[in-house]
Nanobody, 131 residues
Framework: QVQLVESGGGSMQAGGSLKLSCGAS????????MAWFRQAPGKEREGVAA????????YYADAVKGRFTISQDNAENTLYLQMNNLKPEDTAMYYC????????????????????????WGQGTQVTVSS
């Protein structure tokens, strides 16, 4: 069973930065993709950023491009999400996810942000951004 544990959430004013961490069990790295999703109250869960474990290719939702960066420290079994220039609309519970499904995008295999592609989920960490 893959285990994922998020940390690093908190409250921040708009324009600030936060870095989320996701500690993963060793067997998470037998999968192909890791990603960050978020869910705001009353809204569906949406993808934020995804990363291929092997190729390090990344994919971002339009809403966070240029502001968020997904990265991974294999030695520490940790996935990160650096969030800069935070906006009130970034307020949500943020979840780490892991899965096997890669899809073709622009003729290249990527880990994308389809919720159905991810089998393992953490418990989430809350991010609140005030204006």
């Amino acid at each position: 069973q893959v285990q994922l544990v998020e940390s690093g959430g908190g409250s921040m004013q708009a324009g600030g930065s936060l870095k989320l961490s996701c500690g993963a069990s060793d067997n998470a790295y037998s999968l192909d993709c890791m990603a960050w999703f978020r869910q705001a109250p009353g809204k569906e869960r949406e993808g934020v950023a995804a990363r291929s474990i092997d190729s390090a290719s990344t994919y971002y939702a339009d809403a966070v491009k240029g502001r968020f960066t997904i990265s991974q420290d294999n030695a520490e079994n940790t996935l990160y999400l650096q969030m800069n220039n935070l906006k009130p609309e970034d307020t949500a519970m943020y979840y780490c996810a892991a899965g096997r499904v890669m899809r073709v995008y622009n003729s290249t295999w990527y880990c994308l942000l389809e919720t159905r592609d991810y089998s393992y989920w953490g418990q989430g960490t809350q991010v609140t951004v005030s204006s």
